[in-house]
């Protein structure tokens, strides 16, 4: 038996239970020893039946039989009777005055009973004990996993799996047996250095393996669990120090500043700095100093004044000049997740730099915008796309403020020395790496998205990503997913290739198989290249069946696709344990091969130094985690002056009383946001729609029941960009009243006289959400309210919410947000590509900072981690993980 076996090459599994284990992720007996318990059950006061004592309280394991409902012999109590039997022997249990119970209990149940042992005249029995349905019986101890003959003792529990329809815990409990005595865990090679797993007292990797699962002691198994959630933390932090250093090891624009240029452009804000954004531009403008690019994550609340800080960098960045040159100035390139906040951008940028004449530029999908205008200084031009490249391209518009657009490979800058990315959770590291395109190691900075499974897959839809074909891309991924699940894993490429060939042409999506590729050398022709998939005249499709995808085959792919006129390649592999899709895109070879072109010796000697920004409140672990390649910083103050918002928890009593000071405020001027609530559900289309009917339905409620007579829009993100940008600007414009939306309002979104804000189904938002959503009416000088719509039926619950009105910021409400729900709910969703083992390895700060030093040290001695092969396959295999 091998780690990388398939699981039904060693168990007989019928197609049912074949497709439960696909979804829940199991393929591989690795994947088996790596699905760990949730819980451990506590036997210490189990006992079998043959061991109760009249008079004693117990607690026994077994299964139910013949339930039913009856009367007391006597007085005619109503009751439930039942017997509940083990392997020692079969006991009578009564509820009086809870005939019901019955209802409840059926024939073969298995439960966990705890009760008061009494006798009568037919033996032993108990009375009104509590009950629990449990997965399953725990295995008789004399045969179990968790202790020796004669030392039953010493067993800790046994453990309780996460179960799923036709794959129970039963079932995985004896798959973990079966698996230990194979002798696998024998032959198992750690891959964390022994010096390290000593330094921390974690366990071996096979030892931890059996005081996972089978744990005698408590502490065998917090130790185990500690031991995984430390290398999961480890090798991402492995994965952002190597990213770190190759992006550090390339050259960068010296930028020098003017103290007194930069206290002289902040003079004319019309708000004095807060302390917090002060400190941030004195270390953003002293790491512009040194010769290697800067890579910061600059973090604040919405309001926070993250876009004047970005300003003020800007403004330094651009009074600069070129190395070595005495005319021309560097530039700068912002680019924002949506039109609309880019939009929203651009107009902020004309107000802070309207008195110095420099020209700014607007590059989205549905257009370009220049500032100044030739015909009025004052306002901004529409001018066409080609003229504002050309421009951006001869270093003349020293500003470019744009989306994705940004990114493609058309777009050419002089001298770009600086890289703003706003909203930083919204791209990925690998987007960073493109837009900060130079001199830099192609392996390491490729576009991919690794996902097994298309429920990993989900794309923004409110971005402009015309490049990556986002649509088409999802809609491959998910024939390819279908064929998955249909044939599963181990056929040979042929089969795959007509099966994804039927599966295509079943969804009509175009595609070609006798599409050909000259492959030239010195300008003539010495070979072809013929895709398995070209579609749409689009995309190139590659299938593999290998045991992984390795560097040699993303490259093979890049150089067929440097000889096409293709963008974009998904390279599949139908491996031994899972499908994986990446991307291969074109732009980045050529850049890269631009880069270091002999003909530009000072382009390829340049990367820009890189600023995101986001407004989402991120713990420090986390951050120290997620964003592990960046150093942070933190604006923690809000401007003074600004009045605190109001924010209530109503519940189903208090709408109405709610309402109706919304339409006093409402006939005052003010306009009104309505949040719908989350809605999950694992198919991405069905939830789309559902989170669709949702608004529609809300909207059409408040219309004809609330607020009859207001003008009422609806948002969400099944809409084209096109759509949700009229939509704001009608919003924006004060045409629309009230918009009803989905959360697609949190980022990006800035109207003054919005001033009140209605989340439906509040608990079921993180905090860290809810606070964003909160922002979006704190933008102008009136008193703003939030009203949090929730049917909190615990404490707990309401402790939560209530903690929006306590907490001082974000990152506070964050933290707490950590440790009440999980990392995995700070953006609304478990996003991160984190697994929950890992996500509470996160809520303990010495385990992240540990691991993050150990790999800091590791890397800077062995940057390819060449002395580790098994954890340098690891680390190659992570996936990039961001918010979507």
């Not at 895709?531 to 040699?552: A, M, R, S, W, Y």
């Amino acid at each position: 038996m091998n780690l990388t076996d398939t699981i039904e090459k060693h168990f007989r599994i019928d197609e049912q239970q074949k497709k439960a284990l696909t979804r829940i992720k199991l393929q591989t007996i690795e994947d088996i020893l790596r699905y760990f318990p949730t819980r451990y059950s506590d036997l210490s006061t189990i006992k079998s039946i043959a061991d109760a004592v009249k008079g004693e309280s117990i607690t026994i394991y077994g299964t139910i039989s013949a339930p039913k409902t009856k009367k007391s012999f006597r007085t005619k109590i109503p009751m439930a009777e039942a017997w509940i039997e083990d392997l020692s022997g079969k006991m009578k249990v009564m509820w009086f005055n809870q005939a019901y119970i019955a209802k409840m209990l059926r024939d073969g149940d298995t439960v966990k009973i705890t009760g008061k042992v009494a006798e009568g005249s037919t033996g032993l029995y108990l009375t009104n004990p509590e009950f629990e349905k449990t997965p399953d019986l725990p295995i008789d101890s004399h045969s179990s996993l968790f202790s020796d003959e004669g030392n039953s003792h010493e067993v800790f529990g046994y453990p309780i799996y996460p179960e799923t329809k036709f794959v129970t815990s039963k079932w995985l409990y004896h798959a973990i047996d079966r698996i230990f005595k194979s002798g696998l865990l024998d032959t198992l090679e750690e891959y964390i250095p022994e010096s390290i797993l000593k330094k921390y007292n974690l366990p071996s990797l096979s030892t931890a393996y059996v005081w996972v699962h089978t744990p005698k002691k408590k502490e065998h198994a917090e130790v185990a669990r500690k031991r995984f959630a430390f290398e999961e933390v480890f090798v991402i932090q492995l994965k952002k120090q190597q990213d770190k250093k190759i992006f550090r090891e390339n050259n960068a624009f010296t930028v020098t500043t003017s103290k007194k240029d930069t206290e002289s452009f902040i003079s004319r804000f019309p708000f004095t700095p807060t302390k917090g954004q002060m400190d941030s531009i004195n270390t953003i403008l002293s790491d512009l100093k040194k010769p290697h690019p800067m890579a910061r994550l600059l973090e604040g609340d919405v309001g926070s004044g993250k876009t004047a800080v970005a300003a003020v960098v800007s403004h330094s960045i651009i009074s600069s000049r070129p190395n070595d040159q005495k005319f021309g100035s560097l530039q700068v390139a912002y680019m924002a997740p949506t039109e609309i906040l880019a939009t929203q951008l651009f107009e902020n940028f004309i107000t802070y730099f309207r008195h110095t004449g420099i020209s700014i530029a607007l590059m989205t999908g549905s257009g370009c915008r220049k500032f100044p205008s030739k015909v009025n200084p004052d306002s901004w031009t529409t001018v066409s796309k080609p003229q504002l490249m050309k421009w951006v391209a001869s270093g003349d518009i020293p500003i470019v403020i744009g989306t994705h657009t940004l990114i493609q490979k058309s777009v050419k800058f002089k001298h770009l020395a600086l890289v703003i990315i706003d909203e930083q959770h919204r791209f990925g590291t690998n987007q960073r790496f493109l837009l900060a395109r130079g001199k830099f190691d192609a392996d390491s900075a490729e576009l991919t998205r690794k996902k097994s499974d298309l429920e990993n897959t989900h794309f923004d839809k409110t971005v402009d990503d015309s490049l990556l074909f986002r649509d088409l891309t999802y809609a491959i991924r998910r024939s390819l997913f279908n064929v998955k699940q249909e044939l599963g894993l181990g056929h040979k490429e042929i089969i795959y290739q007509k099966a994804l060939a039927i599966e295509l042409k079943k969804n009509n999506i175009q595609f070609s198989q006798e599409h050909r590729i000259d492959i030239k050398f010195r300008g003539k022709k010495v070979g072809t290249y013929i895709p398995d998939f070209v579609v749409e005249n689009k995309i190139v499709v590659e299938l593999k069946t290998l045991p992984f995808l390795g560097t040699q085959e993303k490259k093979q792919l890049w150089s067929y696709l440097k000889g096409s006129d293709f963008e974009l390649g998904l390279l599949v592999n139908f491996g031994k344990s899972t499908l994986d899709v990446e991307r291969v895109v074109y732009q980045l070879a050529r850049n890269v091969n631009q880069a270091r072109s002999a003909s530009s010796p000072r382009q390829s000697a340049i990367m820009p130094h890189l600023l995101s920004m986001t407004a989402t409140p991120i713990p420090r672990t986390l951050a120290l985690t997620i964003y592990g390649d960046l150093d942070v910083s933190i604006i923690d103050q809000m401007p003074s002056g600004r009045k605190p918002i109001i924010t209530e928890i109503i519940g189903v009593d208090g709408r109405q009383k709610t309402y109706d000071a919304i339409k006093k405020e409402m006939a005052s001027g003010r306009q009104l946001y309505v949040i719908c609530p989350r809605i999950n559900d694992p198919d991405p289309d069905q939830e789309m729609a559902l989170q669709v009917k949702s608004v529609t339905s809300e909207a059409e409620r408040l219309s004809k029941e609330v607020f009859k007579g207001s003008k009422i829009g609806i948002l969400h993100s099944k809409m084209t960009k096109e759509k949700k940008e009229e939509i704001m600007q009608s919003f924006s414009r004060h045409e629309i009243d009230i918009l009803v939306a989905t959360s697609v309002v949190e980022v990006g979104v800035n109207v003054p006289n919005a001033t009140m804000i209605i989340i439906e189904g509040a608990e079921r938002f993180g905090l860290a959400q809810l606070h964003q959503l909160r922002g979006r009416v704190i933008r102008g000088n009136h008193q703003a309210y939030c009203y949090l719509f929730a049917d909190a039926k615990t404490q707990k619950t309401l402790d939560r919410l209530k903690a929006l009105k306590t907490a001082k910021n974000g990152f506070e409400l964050s933290e707490l947000d950590l440790q009440l729900r999980g990392a995995g709910e700070l953006g609304g969703g478990k996003q991160w590509g984190i697994t929950d083992l890992g996500m509470e390895a996160i809520k303990n700060l010495k385990m992240v900072e540990a691991a993050r030093n150990e790999a800091l040290k590791m890397v800077e001695s062995d940057s390819e981690l060449d002395s580790y092969p098994i954890l340098k396959e690891k680390v190659s295999k992570f996936s990039t993980f961001h918010f979507e």
